[in-house]
């Protein structure tokens, strides 16, 4: 396929994207509808890589009609094959681009940076000279600013912890991320301005968060479910096998549970369990039918047929069974029925009316 035919189609599946945006109701403004038919999200997404089981084919200009259409369908794309990056699912991008609201002549930073995609949308809405885009990896940022550039678009980069902010830059007028955080970073915060708004994930939801002075803040979630990596990713086990190998023969007590691992993947109650037991991760699901779970710490449980096994500092799956209990009886609340609050001291998720409050633990 030439690269005129490429260019066209391209313009066209583009073209469509923004349609389907607003047809779903992502995309509720003209500015992001024009936005996202003018951006070219291939440029920023030359390579992505296909998740099968057991491989990783990549997929390039070297099939162009599969490319294009991938890029511009409504998916997330990893587009490293170590999983280091991926551009987001669109329409999440626009509820959170909608959330933010950026009025003319406002400044935005970004925290992670990714591809690049992201920052050239906030460009072509709000101009280059007001957004500031920041990611700790090097190698991603050269790569965006390349793309952006070929794109037409320069906003301002840095390279740097997110958790830092982008003092140079500040005030801002709203932040947004494409990472996860615990919580709201302090700097965020210093760098809002009053009455400006922070955009983004926590706890398997999007905040959005009203900035006050001092380091304060209320704010809501929205509808959406969103699994960002996190600001700080955490190392893998240099032998992941081995790892699971271990916690799959390790001798433990075993006691019966009603609460079977499937609850790992519903929705709703995730947006729970990562508030109350923040840093629980899914390990490994065997042929055998066993499920492993690991914590940041150290602790881990193995579920298997209505039982579980699990040791380490904490007993993991007391405290998944307490929270979908306590899920339960709130009559399973979906995220936007949840609140958050920032104090300089503290900040919780709350659902309002009812009593209940997780604290956000700092980010490491």
């Known amino acids: 396929m030439s690269e005129a035919r490429i260019e066209r189609l391209a313009e066209k599946l583009r073209e469509q994207l923004a349609k389907d945006l607003v047809a779903d109701g992502g995309v509720t403004s003209e500015a992001w509808k024009a936005a996202f038919a003018a951006v070219p999200r291939h440029v920023f997404v030359p390579r992505f890589y296909r998740q099968t089981p057991g491989e990783q084919p990549a ?87 390349t793309h952006l550039a070929s794109s037409g678009y320069r906003p301002t980069l840095g390279i740097g912890d997110g958790a830092d902010g982008w003092a140079a830059g500040a005030p801002y007028d709203g932040i947004i991320a494409t990472c996860a ?74 006691r019966a549970t009603d609460v079977d691992d499937k609850i790992w993947f519903d929705d709703d109650f995730r947006f729970v369990l990562a508030a109350a037991l923040p840093g629980l991760r899914f390990l490994s699901k065997l042929p055998s039918g066993i499920t492993i779970f690991t914590h940041l710490d150290g602790s881990w449980a193995r579920v298997d047929n209505g039982t579980v096994a699990q040791a380490g500092d904490q007993q993991i799956w007391n405290a998944v069974e307490a929270a979908y209990e306590q899920w339960d009886h709130l009559g399973r609340p979906t995220r936007e029925q949840f609140s958050i609050a920032v104090k300089p001291d503290s900040q919780h998720i709350r659902l309002e009316g009812r009593g209940f409050e997780w604290a956000l633990p700092p980010t490491p």
């Open 181 to 254: 955080p615990n919580r709201v970073p302090d700097a965020w915060l210093d760098q809002t301005r009053p009455g400006g708004r922070i955009v983004t994930p926590i706890a398997t939801g999007v905040a959005v968060v009203d900035v006050d002075p001092g380091r304060t803040g209320e704010g809501r979630f929205l509808p959406v479910p969103a699994y960002f990596m996190p600001l700080r990713p955490t190392p893998k086990p240099t032998d992941l096998g081995s790892q699971i190998a271990d916690i799959a023969s390790a001798t433990a007590p075993t």
């Open 59 to 145: 997929v390039d200009r070297s099939t162009p009609d599969a490319w294009l259409r991938g890029v511009y369908s409504n998916q997330l794309l990893v587009v490293s094959p170590d999983v280091k990056s991926s551009s987001t699912v669109p329409s999440l991008m626009a509820a959170m681009l909608e959330a933010l609201d950026p009025q003319d002549g406002q400044r935005v930073l970004e925290i992670g940076t990714g591809t690049g995609y992201n920052a050239a949308l906030l460009s072509h809405r709000l101009g280059d000279s007001n957004v500031v885009s920041v990611d700790i990896a090097a190698d991603l940022v050269n790569a965006a600013q």
